[in-house]
């Protein structure tokens, strides 16, 4: 069964400084995965996806992950953090079958600090 | 273009009370999963429906159920409410191709007394 793990609960960078938030999945099958944030109230948003296309996936506001297969890995980075960054990360992987099930991790906080 | 929209945004109800969780899907998405998010953790499947027919269930008991309409829009019931049915319940769409990604709502905030 696929699951993902997501290291660290809380995680505080300074403005400026590189964000690292790290995901490991579990899969038989070749995954696809997902980044998504989510701000106080909202839902969630779509930052990057990995599709077994290029192992670098860019996203939106400056975020990126490699996905890694002899690692089982797919962290995202953002090389200068900023204050609006700060929100909740979730790591996803879409399950394979009939229907399109994701399975989230527990999530990341990340806090920015000026 | 309007994105996946819920109603009501919060609910208040007391234990053993029937609640239903409203769903319109971005325009061209035949696909609708419904998740419940509790505090502190990450968002956990309950239903996917697709052309109005349930294609996926997650591990949740028979008092929830759903249901899609012609028009793509799904609703979200659970019956006989517990305390522990007090979470964020999000709803998002999609076009059903494996790997094309979700997109989510703001969700219904149900709180049980």
């Known amino acids: 069964a696929q699951s993902v793990t997501q290291l660290g609960s809380h995680v505080s960078v300074s403005e400026g400084a590189l964000v690292l938030l790290r995901c490991n999945y579990s899969s038989s099958v070749p995954p696809y995965l997902f980044w998504y944030v989510q701000y106080p109230n909202q839902g969630l948003q779509l930052l990057l996806k990995?599709?077994?296309?290029?192992?670098l996936v860019k996203g939106i506001n400056g975020f990126e992950a490699e996905f890694k297969k002899s690692e089982t890995s797919f962290h995202l980075t953002k090389p200068s953090a900023h204050m609006s960054d700060a929100a909740e990360y979730f790591c996803?992987?879409?399950?394979?079958?009939?229907?399109?099930?994701?399975?989230f991790g527990k999530g990341t906080k990340l806090t920015v600090n000026p | 273009d309007a994105g996946v929209t819920q109603s009501p945004t919060h609910l208040i109800k007391t234990r053993g009370q029937h609640v239903t969780l409203r769903c319109s899907p971005i325009s061209g998405h035949k696909s609708v999963s419904w998740y419940q998010q509790v505090l502190g953790q990450g968002p956990q499947f309950i239903f996917q429906?697709?052309?109005?027919?349930?294609?996926g269930r997650g591990n949740f008991p028979d008092r929830f159920s759903a249901r899609q309409f012609p028009n793509y829009s799904s609703e979200l019931n659970v019956n006989a409410l517990l305390l522990g049915d007090s979470a964020l319940y999000l709803c998002?769409?999609?076009?059903?191709?494996?790997?094309?990604?979700?997109?989510f709502g703001d969700g219904t905030r149900l709180s049980i007394l």
């Open positions: 990995y599709t077994s296309a290029a192992t």
């Open positions: 996803a992987v879409s399950v394979q079958g009939g229907s399109e099930k994701l399975v």
């Open positions: 429906y697709y052309e109005k027919e349930e294609r």
């Open positions: 998002a769409s999609s076009l059903l191709n494996r790997g094309q990604p979700q997109h």
